[in-house]
């Protein structure tokens, strides 16, 4: 081989280990962005299944505080019952009271106008008593109507 024929293959040895080694380089490079966009693919799937656990832990309380807050209404109408319930008997109640007191009163005044009439009748008989043991000649001394009755 001619000198020129061994410098250009150097050059060309040279230069086909450069191009081999920017190839290797390009590898390397290309192999650590494989596994850098792997490592961002894992971690990728690891927050969508943080997300999704979330997501369910989330719909869970959801469900939860829905079944709680249906409770409270079926507690809350259910105490609105009871309390319509209590407010009825207790109108119930007040109107009996009220026609007790009605009738109570009532009975007062009957028994006010029995003892007017039994006096006024007391008196009358006295009076009539007197008239008789007048009349016979009895004035004084006369025993009373309330008398005769205890004899």
């Given amino acids: 081989m001619s000198v020129i024929g061994d410098r250009e293959a150097k050059k060309l040895e040279k230069l086909m280990a450069k191009e081999a080694k920017v190839e290797e380089q390009n590898i390397k ?8 966009a792997e490592k961002a693919v894992k971690k990728s799937v690891k927050a969508v299944e943080k997300a999704e ?15 709680g807050l249906i409770k ?23 109107d009996k009271e009220a026609s007790t007191d009605r009738s109570v009163q009532q009975l007062h005044a ?4 029995l003892q007017v009439s039994i006096t006024g009748n007391a008196k009358e008989r006295d009076t009539r008593l007197a008239e008789v043991y ?11 109507s ?4 205890h004899l």
């Avoid at 490079?29 to 850098?36: G, I, P, R, S």
């Avoid at 997501?55 to 079944?67: I, L």
């Fill in 53 to 67: 656990k979330q997501k369910a832990k989330a719909m869970k309380q959801e469900h939860s505080t829905a079944k």
């Fill in 72 to 94: 409270a209404k079926h507690k809350h109408a259910d105490v609105l019952e009871k309390e319509a319930k209590i407010e009825e008997r207790l109108a119930e109640t007040r």
């Fill in 110 to 113: 009957d028994l006010d106008n």
């Fill in 29 to 36: 490079h290309a192999l650590k962005d494989v596994k850098k």
């Fill in 134 to 144: 007048a009349h016979c000649g009895q004035a004084e001394g006369a025993p009373t």
């Fill in 146 to 149: 309330a008398q005769l009755a």
